[in-house]
């Protein structure tokens, strides 16, 4: 089976970076994804790690160790519209097989002025 | 570009009666469709997939079930709801090819059992 790990909430001041962890253990690993859901809407793609290293995109980073099993996610320069619920996800089949995801329960980021 | 439509966007039904949702993928073709569910405050759970027309792999044994007519055209569906179905679907479109494919969400439907 599947196992992801994620903090339930988390609270940081505008401006400010926050790093959201996530550690998984799965039965295969076919890449990482991180994705933004705001409150009643749906989830949107912000990243995607296979190797281990950080991928950057503008004020958002992944950073992804597959030895250990666990990724972060940075935000910097934190905005108020960044409140929202980041989801981690992993693939554990090849594409040919489903491409399907498997998801953390989420972290609750609230952003405070 | 490629677009998923999903509705309604809000639903409210009575337990035991029937539930149909549509999920159409516009701009691509031969698409992997997924229907996911979320409870409230909880992660998404992963109902149904599809590789292509006509077939459904179903991951969690329970009173719903999909159907894929077309080739992006991806249905959920009851006979029965109960109290327990309650909760935010979302469809799901993600490319064939290439592991690095994300999933692309529709804006889900909000379904209340009462």
């Known amino acids: 089976g599947q196992n992801i790990d994620q903090p339930t909430e988390m609270t940081a001041t505008e401006g400010a970076i926050v790093q959201i962890n996530c550690t998984y253990q799965?039965?295969?690993?076919?890449?990482l994804f991180w994705y933004q859901q705001h409150a009643g809407e749906a989830p949107t793609f912000l990243s995607y790690?296979?190797?281990?290293g950080l991928e950057e995109k503008g004020r958002f980073s992944s950073f992804l160790s597959r030895s250990k099993g666990y990724s972060y996610l940075l935000l910097k320069e934190l905005q108020m519209k960044d409140s929202a619920s980041y989801l981690c996800?992993?693939?554990?089949?090849?594409?040919?097989?489903?491409?399907?995801?498997?998801f953390g329960g989420g972290t609750r980021l609230m952003v405070k002025p | 570009s490629q677009t998923i439509h999903q509705w309604p966007a809000t639903l409210v039904q009575p337990v035991g009666s029937p539930l149909s949702l549509e999920c159409t993928v516009e701009?691509?073709?031969?698409?992997?469709l997924y229907w996911y569910r979320q409870a409230a405050g909880r992660g998404l759970q992963l109902l149904f997939y599809?590789?292509?027309?006509?077939?459904i792999s179903s991951e969690v044994p329970q009173n719903l079930s999909a159907s894929r007519p077309q080739d992006r055209q991806f249905i959920l569906s009851s006979k029965k709801l109960l109290l327990s179905d309650s909760g935010f679907y979302l469809c799901?479109?993600?490319?064939?090819?290439?592991?690095?494919?994300?999933?692309?969400f529709g804006n889900g439907t909000r379904l209340t059992v009462t």
């Open positions: 799901a479109w993600s490319q064939t090819q290439g592991s690095n494919s994300p999933l692309h």
């Open positions: 799965t039965s295969g690993f076919n890449g």
């Open positions: 790690n296979v190797l281990d």
């Open positions: 996800a992993v693939r554990v089949r090849p594409f040919n097989a489903g491409n399907m995801l498997t």
């Open positions: 701009g691509t073709s031969n698409p992997n």
């Open positions: 599809s590789v292509g027309i006509g077939q």
